[in-house]
């Protein structure tokens, strides 16, 4: 992987992550942008104790535009875009409309090709392991900013779940505080630990379901499965079989075999509702120990938590969706039209030939 690190006319960092090291990245963002104006601001709820970002200024971001004016794709001729150069492998740049900016964190994008008509799933193995690499590299990096405690890398995919933009690509949040999902894990884990003399819940989670019936598919080195609990109707965590805290901790033996797991796994979720259907829309999102102090979970240090993908639909059966009424918006009670056992027989049962 080569890695070239410029900057748009706007001021903002943009880094090119090659296959090839002969690559050369010296295309300049001809557009006559003004610098960036942010207004993202974090504003503590004091009864649940969690945090809301407070972004006014990303009102006015390109919303569905056509494709032939599409932002991420690479800039040809007259046509210019966020992406300087004619092509690419894999770029990361920091978000023109960010909800987190300065002392409040930092978001950027990541786009895992230049194709614009294709999706992840498209990816050669060869590219996918590329787009880990720089999930990698940018969890390091941003874990060396001052204001940031945990860095997470997502994709959302699909108009449902409000994808302004149709080009594939991901994101990556750099908070500057422990989000709450973590700290309901953190809670958990550290009460577990206690209660155990010491067991780690992430791993005995794994243990029980690796020996049960909701297991999608296992390899030497990962393992995916349906959840006991799960919240949606179609969600299978991802895990390495090797704890370790983040992206950073994955050996080289994991990392070789990731990219044929995780397309799998993928493509699994576009053939979950028959031939057809419209692409599956999902979330897939990287759970990543926190880089600030643990101070608030006696007993738990950072090597206790367990690096996994969660990924998920909100398509509950063919032509309908998942929505999060009352229950799930008013009181945190999700109800799963789908019964876990089920959704994971299902994803068996796709499996590619």
């Given at each position: 992987?080569?890695?070239?690190?410029?900057?748009?006319?706007?001021?903002?960092?943009?880094?090119y992550?090659?296959l090839?090291?002969?690559?050369v990245?010296?295309?300049?963002?001809?557009?006559?942008?003004?610098p960036?104006?942010?207004?993202?601001?974090i504003?503590?709820?004091?009864?649940l104790?969690?945090?809301?970002a407070?972004?006014?200024?990303?009102?006015?971001?390109?919303?569905?535009?056509?494709?032939?004016?599409?932002?991420?794709?690479?800039?040809?001729?007259?046509?210019?875009?966020?992406?300087p150069?004619?092509?690419?492998?894999?770029?990361?740049?920091?978000?023109?409309?960010?909800?987190?900016?300065?002392?409040?964190?930092?978001?950027?994008v990541?786009c895992?090709?230049?194709?614009?008509?294709a999706?992840?799933?498209?990816?050669?193995?060869?590219?996918?392991?590329?787009?880990l690499?720089?999930?990698?590299?940018?969890?390091s990096?941003?874990?060396?900013?001052?204001?940031?405690?945990?860095?997470?890398?997502?994709?959302?995919?699909?108009?449902?779940?409000?994808?302004?933009?149709?080009h594939?690509?991901?994101q990556?949040?750099?908070y500057?505080f422990?989000?709450?999902?973590?700290?309901?894990?953190?809670?958990?884990?550290?009460?577990?630990k206690?209660?155990?003399?010491?067991?780690?819940?992430?791993?005995?989670?794994?243990?029980?379901e690796?020996?049960?019936?909701?297991?999608?598919?296992?390899?030497?080195?990962?393992?995916?499965?349906?959840?006991?609990?799960?919240h949606?109707?179609y969600?299978?965590h991802l895990?390495?079989?090797?704890?370790?805290?983040?992206?950073?901790?994955?050996d080289?033996?994991?990392?070789?075999?990731?990219?044929?797991?995780?397309l799998?796994?993928?493509?699994?979720?576009d053939?979950i509702?028959?031939?057809?259907?419209?692409?599956?829309?999902?979330?897939?999102a990287?759970?990543?120990?926190?880089?600030?102090?643990l101070?608030?979970f006696?007993?738990?240090?950072?090597d206790?938590?367990a690096?996994?993908?969660?990924?998920?639909t909100?398509?509950?059966?063919?032509?309908?969706?998942?929505?999060?009424?009352?229950?799930?918006?008013?009181?945190s009670?999700?109800i799963?039209?789908?019964?876990?056992?089920?959704?994971?027989?299902?994803?068996?049962e796709?499996?590619?030939?």
């Open positions: 992987m080569k890695k070239t690190s410029t900057r748009l006319a706007d001021g903002r960092e943009l880094i992550y090659d090839r090291d002969d690559t990245r010296d295309a300049v963002d001809r557009r006559p942008l003004e960036t104006v942010t207004s993202s601001a504003r503590r709820d004091e009864l104790g969690d945090c809301v407070v972004a006014s200024h990303r009102q006015g971001r390109t919303y569905h535009p056509p494709a032939d004016e599409c932002p991420l794709c690479p800039s040809r001729g007259e046509r210019l875009s966020e992406i150069d004619s092509s690419y492998d894999v770029v990361v740049f920091e978000n023109r409309f960010p909800s987190l900016a300065g002392d409040s964190g930092r978001c950027e990541v895992f090709t230049s194709d614009h008509d999706s992840f799933a498209d990816l050669s193995e060869e590219q996918a392991r590329l787009v690499d720089a999930w990698t590299d940018r969890t990096e941003l874990s060396h900013l001052p204001s940031v405690e945990q860095v997470f890398c997502f994709e959302n995919r699909g108009a449902e779940i409000g994808v302004t933009l149709g594939p690509h991901g990556i949040y750099a500057p422990i989000t709450p999902r973590t700290a309901l894990m953190l809670r958990s884990l550290a009460a577990h206690e209660a155990s003399g010491g067991e780690n819940l992430f791993d005995a989670v794994l243990a029980r690796l020996a049960g019936e909701r297991v999608v598919l296992e390899s030497a080195h990962w393992a995916a499965f349906v959840p006991y609990a799960a949606w109707p969600e299978v895990y390495p079989k090797r704890r370790v805290p983040d992206l950073l901790g994955l080289e033996a994991a990392r070789t075999e990731f990219p044929q797991v995780y799998e796994l993928l493509r699994r979720f053939r509702f028959g031939e057809g259907e419209p692409p599956t829309p999902y979330i897939a990287w759970h990543q120990a926190p880089f600030g102090p101070a608030d006696e007993g738990v240090v950072r206790d938590f690096l996994h993908l969660e990924l998920f909100i398509r509950r059966t063919s032509g309908k969706l998942k929505f999060l009424a009352g229950s799930e918006s008013g009181m009670v999700f799963n039209d789908v019964p876990p056992e089920r959704a994971a027989e299902r994803l068996r796709v499996a590619s030939s």
